[in-house]
């Protein structure tokens, strides 16, 4: 629409969409059918329900450290068994002693006694005691709610068990990642006519800001925040994973562009590969990326042959 010369003003601009809405040349957003939609609703709120448990498990470490107990300064998760006895002890007594520290410790926390010892030396009052309870009561249930919508969330999987199994099969890419994936592109891949406009879609491709032939701006567009979102955490998760061609195309492009161009890139050709994957119904396979790199080299190797001899050398391969 944007290409299609038109007024400036409002009246006069709504009457041309008009126009070319009469005449079939706008097209409509994407819309997936309702099933889709309500398994996006879970995992678009499961996603809201783990943003309010950090948030809380943030609170509840605030409120410890402002109370004198620096917990986090020498267990890495206050949260886990170590940490959550201490943070019950304290509700319960308002401080702790050596003999009840090490009954609270578990595996290798005990190594570290007389540092937590000291991030602990201290005493709550019973206000205290009763607002840490409050907060600790609120993360617990927002656990159990995040344990209630998980299974709902593996009842509605079910019809979309194939799909789900395609998308995990590709290295870094957890259940719950292809749940989300599938719950925001679908299973259906027509509605795109190529990756190109998936990838457009998502948000995953470069900005065209040009204005009397300076180029500004060429920032990726904003998309899809979901979609875009879970592929770059997934593009991190890859990046760890070596002797694997996806990883070793994004450490060849951050050595030109950088690192967080180089995660986009990588979004961007991982949309591209679950796209061809549900339109074509197959699994992920390495080895094609492999037979590709080959031929590349290949062609490469004949190029500089064919320069060499323009320039009158003769080229014999040697095993």
Request: glycine content about 6%.
């Amino acid at each position: 629409m944007k290409n299609v010369p038109g007024k400036k003003t409002d009246m006069r601009d709504s009457e041309w969409i008009s126009t070319l809405l009469r005449a079939g040349l706008l097209n409509g957003s994407f819309v997936p059918e309702k099933r889709i939609r309500e398994f996006r609703d879970l995992n678009r709120y499961r996603k809201s329900v783990i943003r309010d448990i950090t948030s809380q498990k943030n609170r509840v470490e605030k409120f410890l450290q402002s109370s004198g107990f620096r917990l986090s300064s020498f267990i890495s998760d206050i949260f886990g068994a170590s940490g959550r006895n201490i943070i019950l002890h304290l509700i319960e007594h308002g401080r702790i002693d050596r003999a009840s520290l090490d009954a609270c410790l578990r595996t290798k926390t005990r190594n570290r006694m007389d540092e937590i010892l000291m991030s602990v030396n201290g005493m709550l009052s019973e206000h205290q005691k009763s607002f840490l309870k409050i907060l600790m009561g609120h993360y617990d249930s927002l656990k159990e709610h995040l344990t209630e919508v998980e299974k709902n969330l593996v009842e509605d999987m079910a019809p979309f068990a194939l799909q789900v199994g395609q998308l995990s099969s590709i290295y870094g890419i957890s259940t719950t990642a292809s749940c989300a994936i599938v719950a925001e592109i679908g299973i259906d891949m027509n509605p795109f006519k190529t990756a190109e406009h998936i990838c457009s879609w998502a948000g995953l491709c470069p900005g065209n800001n040009e204005s009397a032939g300076k180029r500004k701006s060429t920032s990726v567009t904003k998309g899809n925040p979901y979609i875009k979102s879970m592929l770059c955490e997934i593009a991190w998760v890859i990046t760890g994973k070596r002797n694997t061609y996806l990883s070793a195309w994004y450490w060849r492009i951050k050595q030109k562009k950088g690192a967080k161009k180089a995660i986009v890139a990588l979004a961007r050709k991982l949309l591209v590969i679950i796209y061809t994957m549900l339109k074509q119904g197959t699994l992920f396979d390495e080895s094609c990326f492999e037979a590709r790199r080959k031929s590349c080299e290949q062609k490469q190797l004949s190029r500089y042959i064919r320069e060499l001899e323009k320039h009158g050398y003769h080229v014999e391969a040697h095993a």
